[in-house]
């Protein structure tokens, strides 16, 4: 069956860092969505992509889509203490469910 | 506020016991979809509904059950309950039962099984 991952599993950075998380697909993907769930809170949507190659940008995060729409990736540029949480990739296939890939951990020290 | 509520949000059980967890999607969302986080675990996809029928099945276990009612809320029974399912159970919805809708989760419910 269809599955997603994503590196790293965990990531600690200084305040001001960057931070890359990726996602990777098994089969080819019909769109990919990037949610994040605070500690103790619940995921909350980022960004849908849907277009081999595609590149958005929300302020200081920047998301891809892979040109063979099997990889995403997302970029946060100088982190900050709010940017803390698990960011969550899901793998949409036409005709069947989102899979949800295992998440990255991202702590940010001050 | 995403408009998904969830209720109870804290729950605690005995082993054994039946529980039933509550979701009412937003206004106008046709669709649910119940997920199970265990602790520090991702999102097990359950099952989902559309607009009051099984859209899609995951990895939902025989002793789980869940409905959509014709006012769109759903109920997730959780019956036979063992230790292991202890885990936080989230429901979302979306406008429609496409891959390509935004999901609004809720607060979720944080079950304990003692």
């Known amino acids: 069956g269809q599955q997603v991952m994503q590196i790293p599993q965990y990531q600690h950075v200084q305040e001001g860092e960057d931070f890359t998380t990726y996602c990777n697909s098994s089969?080819?993907?019909?769109?990919i969505q990037w949610y994040k769930q605070r500690p103790g809170g619940h995921p909350v949507f980022l960004i849908q992509l849907v277009k081999s190659g595609e590149v958005k940008k929300q302020k200081r995060l920047t998301f891809q889509f892979g040109e063979a729409k099997k990889n995403s990736s997302l970029h946060i540029t100088a982190t900050q203490t709010t940017d803390v949480g698990t960011y969550f990739c899901?793998?949409?296939?036409?005709?069947?469910?989102?899979?949800f890939g295992p998440g990255t951990r991202l702590s940010v020290l001050p | 506020d995403s408009g998904v509520t969830q209720t109870p949000k804290h729950l605690i059980t005995a082993t054994g016991q039946r529980v039933t967890l509550r979701c009412s999607p937003r206004s106008g969302d046709l669709s649910v979809y119940w997920y199970q986080q265990s602790l520090d675990q991702g999102l097990q996809f359950l099952i989902q509904y559309y607009n009051g029928e099984e859209r899609a099945k995951g990895n939902i276990l025989e002793r789980f059950s869940a409905q959509q009612f014709p006012d769109l809320h759903s109920e997730l029974n959780l019956s036979s309950l063992e230790l292991g399912d202890s885990a936080l159970y989230f429901c979302?919805?979306?406008?429609?039962?496409?891959?390509?809708?935004?999901?609004?989760f809720g607060q979720g419910t944080r079950l304990t099984v003692v």
């Open positions: 899901a793998g949409g296939l036409r005709g069947q469910n989102f899979v």
């Open positions: 089969t080819t993907l019909s769109n």
């Open positions: 979302a919805s979306s406008a429609e039962g496409r891959v390509d809708t935004e999901a609004f």
